[in-house]
């Protein structure tokens, strides 16, 4: 029940966001704002939720696709409450990052619904590299980091593990809506041997050609995510770059 809401109305993944944008800061060196980190969470609950007022309705519809259905007032009045929100403290930063939420609505349309073209989420090896590019670009324009962004590069190759790794969960969900995403189409050993080598490459990549220690930190963490794979993984997927944030940023 409490993981369901949740992961519905975005509080986890809206979480996952504002923790690289913190991340992005710690790497780039700079004290992390407030306003742009808040602003953050509230753009991408607006951007999660519109994704999810229209799930497509089948018989293998998980809690939160359930919800989503059930609770579709609570679900438009979050769309309206986050995008006032992120706005306002999106302005507080930098008035041009207000073009962030239309970007961000017209971005999620394109991934997840067949508007103009075909939905990127069912492309397999596009789906993981355009969330992580995103959130990572994401990340590097609300810090202002320097080019080249090699901090982004690193976190985009993390955030797309990521997101693999969550869509082993969707398998079921993903096949019956007509997206066969990387776990569908080979196995979960398979995509936890790919998880390692791409953290391992992206922890490398962070701690010697960025100099941070963000990348040990998740290379540490990531055990973690498989020991915990039987339970709710992508909960514990969404908590452990905002736990990679804390760390990092009490050394």
């Known amino acids: 029940m409490y993981d369901a809401v949740m992961t519905t109305y975005g509080i986890f993944a809206s979480l996952y966001v504002s923790s690289v944008v913190v991340l992005m800061f710690q790497i780039a060196g700079q004290p992390a704002s407030v306003a742009v980190v808040a602003g953050s969470f509230f753009l991408a609950m607006a951007v999660y939720v519109l994704h999810r007022t229209a799930p497509e309705v089948n ?17 438009l009045f979050l769309l309206g409450f986050a995008s006032i929100v992120a706005c306002g403290m999106l302005y507080m930063a930098e008035p041009y990052f207000l073009f962030l939420l239309p970007i961000g609505c017209i971005a999620v349309t394109l991934y997840g619904r067949k508007r103009i073209s075909y939905p990127i989420r069912n492309i397999p090896y596009i789906k993981p590299v355009a969330v992580g590019g995103s959130i990572a670009v994401l990340g590097w324009v609300l810090t202002g980091a320097p080019w080249p962004p090699l901090g982004a590069i690193g976190i985009a190759i993390v955030v797309s593990t990521d997101a693999m790794l969550c869509d082993i969960q969707d398998v079921q969900y993903d096949k019956t809506c007509g997206c066969i995403t990387l776990p569908a189409s080979t196995n979960e050993q398979t995509i936890w041997f790919i998880a390692l080598l791409m953290n391992i490459g992206a922890g490398c990549f962070l701690w010697f050609a960025v100099d941070s220690p963000v990348g040990w930190i998740i290379l540490i963490i990531f055990p973690t995510l498989f020991a915990l794979r039987k339970l709710d993984l992508r909960m514990f997927v969404d908590l452990r770059l905002p736990l990679v944030a804390m760390i990092a940023w009490t050394l």
């Not at 809690?63 to 007032?73: D, E, F, G, I, S």
């Open 59 to 75: 018989a293998a519809m998980q809690k939160r696709h359930l919800r989503a259905v059930h609770k579709k007032r609570t679900m």
